[in-house]
């Protein structure tokens, strides 16, 4: 086994948590049972990664089985990297897409290689119909980077690509034209969406964050959780109850009953003109406009501005530029004068 | 401000004192005449609001008294208030019933605040499966509220063509498809939950179950060599493969018995759905066994 591949599967075994070694090992399903049952794993994590490693030498370990187990890594941590989502338009009127993945997989590579002799590529499939493409970039001289890889996620037949965060912009305009060709469409744009939440990203691309339909099969709980605050305990007057409840029915309608997806954060690009009451301010002769950035983080944006009418911080309803969001699949916005 | 810095007549707290002697005087004045009759006026009042209270009173009693009487002769108006009820009470538990029962037919809808939700319930040869849902607001012009439609079914093409103009081919048009994909979905989920002894590799398909291909052999127990199929559902309308393309890998691939099986299954393919056509071959493969046996 190459010494670099050695090196390779060894610090990718060692950003396994422990709790997770057993699970990983047995998705990755290149060393057997038996062969992990022999090894003792209450051992050191230094020593348990070094035992790991002579059993990967001895079933000689290859460069794509070591990707692979990277693959399974990132699929486990997927929060560890920063998404960004891609979308494709195909020409109006076109036949019905009939994808086969193996076909994909083959054009992707293809067209990858063609470009660019030193790239390791390599595939995982996924549910639904997905598949995780890793792609370690490397240059007309130098050899494939394997630290540095760039994770593509694609679900077949839909025009929505997620890629992690790539410090190499050079490579995207390759890898963007690989996807385009390899999944039959003709367009490829990058949307202003990103986030670390993979599964958040599919949800507001997919449309799938509310799934709360009405049914006759279930009753739909209106007004309760406020009724529910109102006979806490009858010592207690709410004053401006009419207010709050009217807060509680525009956040619900804005945001709806269902769990956010999550983003850290919503950026706002402001090229604005000054716009002022006051005749003769210092701003307002100003012909340049104005140029600032506004960013809004949080663990878990979305959530922190349904709460932010209900705790009395902001008046509701909020402005459409935040409440659009999901909707709109954007968190990055340039604000221009019209 | 004048007042304030008037120094000879003593400053703020000086002039604060005059104006309540001021105050005090004015009020004994105006106070002492009118007093009396303020007191006499309140006492008048007081009066009349005792006297109404206790007609009030009294009315309250004689209307108690009153309904008293009438309900121990009104019982059986009563009782037959509550079986009313009750049959009010079954209709509304029926009709519920019913309306939950809609979703049998396919397509049905309830109404909301906004608009209408609509429910896609598709089925394939007599099974029931999986639910879709679009939440429309009625509004000029129409739009679709959410919806769980999965997002590889063309749902904007449909609406763009149809949901402004003509609602009813809207939905018809959505359920074709959703019930064309559940059909090809659950042929798909078949063939690798119950037949999977006949596939010598795993099951390569798509998002919408529109290309299948897969190797298999008419006996699970492979003494023959594997044929390979390749199923492309061009329509997606519909629960059937538009193409059929079978390839027989053996060495024996020229002769005749094997060509004839080859087109045999293709026909099959073209005809019937996946799982049937293995239950077919399950069931020659039992007959041969028989014919073997005996």
Known sequence: MDETVAEFIKRTILKIPMTEMMTILKAWDFLPENQLQTVNFRQRKESLVQDLVLLCESKRASLRDAALLDIIYTQFHRHQKVWDVFQMSKEPGEDVDLFDMERFKSSFEKILRRALKNVTVSFRDAEENAVWIRIAWGTQYRKPNQYKPVYVVYYSQTPYAFTSFCHLKSNTPLLSQALTVASNHHKIVKMDLRSRYLDSLKAIVFKQYNQKFETHNSTMPLQETLELDMHMDSRIIHENRIEKERVQRVTQETFGDYPQPRLEFAQYKLETKFKSDFHGGILAERKEPLRCLIKFSSPHLLEALKSLAPAGIADAPLSPLLTCIPNKGMNYFKIRDK | MEWANDKSKGGVLAHLERLETQMSRSCKNLEDPPRETAESDLGTKIHKLRCLRDKLRAEVKQRQARIKASTANAEPDQTLEISEQEAVGGKEENMKAILQAYRFTGLSGKRTSRGVCVCISTAF??????????????????????????????????????????????????????????????????????????????????????????????????????????????????????????????????????????????????????????????????????????
Request: hydrophobic letters at 35%.
């Open chain 2, 125 to 294: 040869e007599g099974n029931l499966l999986d639910s879709y849902f679009v939440d429309l607001v009625i509004q000029k012009p129409l739009r679709i509220h959410h919806h769980s439609v999965p997002v590889f079914i063309p749902l904007e093409e449909i609406s763009a063509k149809y949901l402004q103009t003509n609602i009813q081919h809207f939905l018809f048009c959505l359920c074709e498809y959703l019930n064309a994909y559940a059909g090809r979905k659950y042929q798909a989920d078949q063939l690798q939950r119950d037949f999977a002894a006949f596939l010598a590799g795993p099951l390569q398909r798509n998002s919408l179950c529109n290309l299948l291909s897969f190797t298999y052999k008419v006996e699970p127990q492979g003494r023959s060599f594997p044929f390979c199929a390749r199923l492309l559902y061009k329509d997606l309308t519909t629960t059937l493969p538009t193409d059929v393309t079978i390839t027989y890998q053996g060495t024996d691939a020229s002769s005749t018995s094997w060509e004839e099986q080859r087109a045999s299954h293709e026909n099959l393919f073209f005809t019937k759905p996946l799982h049937q056509v293995f239950t077919s071959f399950a069931r020659n493969g039992e007959r041969l066994d028989m014919s073997l046996v005996s």
